[in-house]
């Protein structure tokens, strides 16, 4: 509830003019002198809004003020004075009727307002009030969160004010730290706090105010501290519909993929540096195909932690609803998410699970498809898009036209030399243990046709095995062959499959790696790929 009786906090900073609060002001300042008898502020930030308020009323002092809220009563804006003992919207909307009539100029703010967003009595009161107003030159304002019944909103203009920019929150992070650099270490320069309001652009000025107290009150601020910021902001929007976010640690690596990699740190500069100013625009994303088992989704959780970037999962499956205008709804509510959320990496797994066409297509996909396109062609926050898939083939073509995505890469199976890289790995990781190098060769050739994740999987069962047996020594080479030649892998239980997928990848995506290489069936594939587990 908005309280304005209250001191303010000892915290609390004066407001920053900035770009967007002008802009604000300026319009309902013209609305309120053009006497438009409704002027419907849409926000979720009524303390900045009471600001631009206080300010308007200041400045012309000829235009008297007066605001109702369910906590306070009825109110003179200025003095802050209680103008009604009885606190109900009834006998305020009676007072502002009869003040409409006393005088002229009057003006009466309305927040806390229910049953406005659609036909209602309480709507349709409001309807009458704002005709009355309009008879004697009063004007009513309305503080909605959300959208008002159309009956109404069109009986005046609206206006909304927007959540702080990245310009705005860098004023009230340098104005924060500038204010405590005498009491506290602030190793912050410059760069940092720009850094800083990128990590909190989606969030409310109070919000972000909330965040950088709690961070101050540790007594110093460090550069390490940054990453702090990323994990105040997911507990601010908690659950959130179809978007997971994925803990990260320092151990995700991916080798042998140089075109991905080279195109990658060339992008990084991009997500990382403050464009404002400029006419360039952060990267869209990119679409990672290819054999399954292959690190696809490895490789999205590569770039999250190279970038240093938050990384959130989308899922597919949990934004189809069994509603009408459910799934609609959960992918807009997932995405305008992803971008308060930014500047992060939106991993979406299995893209064709969602999104995939066919002779049985639903409207709900088409619109979910346009949906999907229209954001992804629009947005210009700094989200950056990781979309796996298996089965591309059954994505629509407007999803994989030039411009939608900056990239499409294809991942292929490992070769020999990639394999002898991953099962080192891979006994270090489950075994603590080196094996042979001959022995690792010979595991290198049975290994054909095996993805990363098989030969991941069958290491993971030989550590398992030392555990059951209590022992930590390896157990015998022919027992380790034995393992890897019970593998039945992807290529080999599904080879038509396969050769599907390399055939799409061959002739319309980007090799992920740089060298092409034959195939055991002599057909070209793209080589180049090794996952560091």
Request: proline content about 5%; glycine content about 6%.
């Amino acid at each position: 509830h908005l309280r304005h009786r209250d001191p303010p906090h000892p915290r609390t900073r004066t407001i920053i003019i900035m770009p967007n609060y002008l802009e604000t002001t300026e319009i309902i300042t013209r609305y309120l002198k053009a006497r438009v008898p409704l002027i419907v502020i849409k926000s979720t930030e009524p303390v900045r809004v009471f600001s631009i308020l206080r300010t308007i009323s200041t400045n012309i002092p000829s235009l008297p003020f007066f605001y109702y809220s369910a906590a306070d009563g009825l109110r003179e804006l200025a003095s802050n004075q209680l103008v009604l003992e009885d606190q109900s919207l009834a006998a305020a909307l009676d007072q502002a009727k009869t003040m409409f009539k006393a005088r002229r100029n009057v003006n009466f703010i309305f927040t806390e307002i229910d049953h406005l967003d659609s036909d209602t009595p309480t709507a349709r009161h409001f309807c009458q009030m704002v005709r009355i107003a309009e008879e004697y030159q009063g004007a009513i304002i309305l503080l909605a969160d959300k959208p008002v019944w159309s009956g109404l909103a069109r009986l005046g203009m609206s206006v909304t004010l927007d959540l702080p920019t990245t310009e705005e929150i860098f004023e009230l992070v340098s104005g924060m730290m500038k204010g405590h650099s005498t009491a506290i270490p602030v190793e912050w320069a410059e760069s940092d706090m720009r850094a800083a309001a990128e990590i909190l652009t989606g969030i409310t000025e109070a919000e972000v105010v909330n965040v950088l107290a709690t961070m101050l009150v540790k007594g110093a601020i460090r550069a390490e501290d940054l990453a702090e910021l990323s994990r105040f902001k997911d507990s601010i929007f908690g659950e959130l519909t179809g978007i997971e976010r994925i803990r990260l640690d320092d151990n995700y690596h991916v080798g042998g993929l140089d075109n991905l990699n080279a195109w990658l740190k060339k992008r990084k500069a991009l997500m990382k540096t403050d464009l404002s100013g400029t006419r360039l625009h952060p990267p869209k994303g990119i679409l990672l195909c290819g054999v399954p088992g292959c690190g696809k989704s490895l490789s999205a959780k590569n770039i999250a932690v190279q970038w240093e970037l938050p990384l959130y999962r989308l899922d597919m499956g949990a934004i189809l609803g069994m509603y009408v205008g459910e799934s609609e709804q959960n992918l807009r509510e997932a995405l305008e998410t992803a971008e308060r959320m930014a500047p992060c990496v939106l991993w979406i797994d299995e893209i064709e699970k969602g999104l995939a066409t066919g002779s049985g297509d639903s409207s709900v996909t088409k619109r979910l498809i346009g949906q999907f396109l229209f954001w992804l062609q629009e947005s210009q926050a700094k989200v950056f898009i990781v979309a796996t898939a298996n089965d591309v083939s059954t994505l629509p073509p407007e999803l994989l036209r030039k411009g939608r995505f900056d990239e499409i890469f294809f991942v292929d199976l490992p070769t020999e030399t990639e394999r002898t890289d991953i099962i080192d790995l891979c006994f270090w990781k489950y075994t603590n243990h080196a094996i042979p190098s001959h022995l690792v060769a010979e595991l290198a050739e049975v290994s054909e046709g095996f993805a990363g994740s098989d030969i991941d999987a069958v290491v993971h069962d030989i550590g398992s095995e030392m555990l059951f047996n209590n022992t930590t020594e390896l157990p015998p080479s022919d027992y380790i062959r034995s393992q890897f030649r019970n593998v039945v892998p992807f290529s080999q239980t599904n080879p038509e499959e396969l050769a599907a997928i390399r055939d799409w990848g061959r002739h319309r995506a980007v090799p992920a790696g740089r060298t092409i290489a034959d195939s055991p069936d002599n057909n070209s594939v793209f080589a180049g790929r090794t996952i560091v587990l």
